[in-house]
């Protein structure tokens, strides 16, 4: 990967609509449909029962809501902090 280019994270939802395109048509119907590269469609597909269990739990939302905790104990900090600079 480039420099340039960017990592991107796909919704689980997003990966299980590519996967379901890929099984009525094609995974190369389906790479081209989701703009993605085939290789993704692949590994998705080999994927779609944990993928679909994930779903199933409620587990694609964890990951940003222990972002979310951190960044919030994380402004708590930096307020107490830099409070002591500021009086």
Request: positive net charge; without cysteine.
């Given at each position: 990967m480039s420099e340039k280019e960017k990592h991107k994270n796909y919704s689980l939802s997003f990966k299980l609509k590519a996967v379901e395109i890929a099984?009525?048509?094609?995974?190369?119907?389906?790479?081209?449909?989701c703009n993605v590269n085939p290789r993704r469609i692949r590994e998705w597909c080999s994927q779609k029962d944990?993928?679909?269990e994930m779903?199933?739990?409620?587990?694609?939302?964890?990951?940003?809501?222990?972002?979310l905790v951190n960044d919030q104990t994380m402004k708590k900090w930096k307020i107490s902090y830099f409070s002591g600079y500021l009086t």
């Open positions: 099984q009525r048509h094609s995974k190369e119907s389906a790479a081209r449909q944990k993928l679909t779903k199933e739990k409620g587990k694609s939302k964890r990951k940003r809501q222990e972002v």
